[in-house]
């Protein structure tokens, strides 16, 4: 991502404190990363919250730890596709993603797992590069942006951030069957 947007392919420098500071990383919160990589930005998270990072793939899981134990810094780590995530429903306060859905292979169950992980009254937020966003909706087959918050979501937001380069798509997780009919936490 570094090397990406120090090219000239039309960006500034990710200003990644703008989309952090949506998540609430409040101690003993649960936060979960998907596609963590190699854990920058749970690294440019206070420490506190109880964190989490999935991925794909091994060799980035691995890269993660590293960074991770050099900081003294601590995540579960989880190698997983995020299409299929092994975690229990409603267990995190926040979940998660920076970048790349657009190359999943199913970019619409990736973010109805990331809406199934989330507590009732949870954050989900997916940041991507504008363009890549618009490819996204596209390639899901769904009408603009807002087609790929599930139905049961609540204030939805998507935002332009990071001087335009970036978008947010930022929403709550609905109270869910018999969970709807208990008052929130």
Same mark, same amino acid.
């Given at each position: $991502?570094?090397?990406?947007?120090? %090219?000239?392919?039309?960006?500034?420098?990710?200003?990644?404190?703008?989309?952090?500071?949506?998540?609430?990383? /409040?101690?003993?919160?649960?936060?979960? +990363?998907?596609?963590?990589?190699?854990?920058?930005?749970?690294?440019?998270?206070?420490?506190?919250?109880?964190?989490?990072?999935?991925?794909?793939? *091994?060799?980035?899981?691995?890269?993660?730890?590293?960074?991770?134990?050099?900081?003294?810094?601590?995540?579960?780590?989880?190698?997983?596709?995020?299409?299929?995530?092994? #975690?229990?429903?409603?267990?995190?306060?926040?979940? #998660? *993603?920076?970048?790349?859905?657009?190359?999943? /292979?199913?970019?619409?169950?990736?973010?109805?797992?990331? *809406?199934?992980?989330?507590?009732?009254?949870?954050? $989900?937020?997916?940041? @991507? @590069?504008?363009?890549?966003? +618009?490819?996204?909706?596209?390639?899901?087959?769904?009408?603009?942006?807002?087609?790929?918050?599930?139905?049961? /979501?609540?204030?939805?937001?998507?935002?332009?951030?990071?001087?335009? +380069? %970036?978008?947010?798509? @930022?929403?709550?997780?609905? #109270?869910?069957?018999?969970?709807?009919?208990?008052?929130?936490?």
């Amino acid at each position: $991502v570094r090397v990406g947007w120090r %090219l000239a392919l039309g960006g500034a420098p990710i200003e990644r404190d703008e989309y952090l500071a949506r998540i609430d990383a /409040s101690p003993g919160n649960r936060i979960l +990363e998907t596609a963590v990589g190699t854990g920058t930005n749970l690294l440019a998270l206070p420490p506190g919250p109880d964190t989490f990072g999935l991925d794909i793939s *091994h060799a980035m899981l691995r890269r993660c730890r590293h960074r991770l134990n050099r900081d003294g810094r601590r995540a579960a780590l989880v190698l997983a596709d995020m299409a299929s995530a092994p #975690f229990a429903d409603s267990v995190f306060d926040v979940v #998660f *993603h920076m970048g790349g859905l657009q190359f999943a /292979s199913d970019p619409l169950r990736c973010i109805a797992e990331m *809406h199934r992980m989330a507590r009732p009254g949870g954050q $989900v937020l997916i940041v @991507e @590069e504008t363009a890549s966003a +618009e490819v996204l909706a596209r390639r899901s087959g769904v009408a603009g942006l807002e087609g790929l918050v599930p139905e049961e /979501s609540a204030d939805v937001r998507i935002d332009t951030i990071s001087g335009g +380069e %970036l978008v947010a798509i @930022e929403f709550l997780v609905k #109270f869910r069957g018999a969970e709807s009919r208990m008052p929130p936490p």
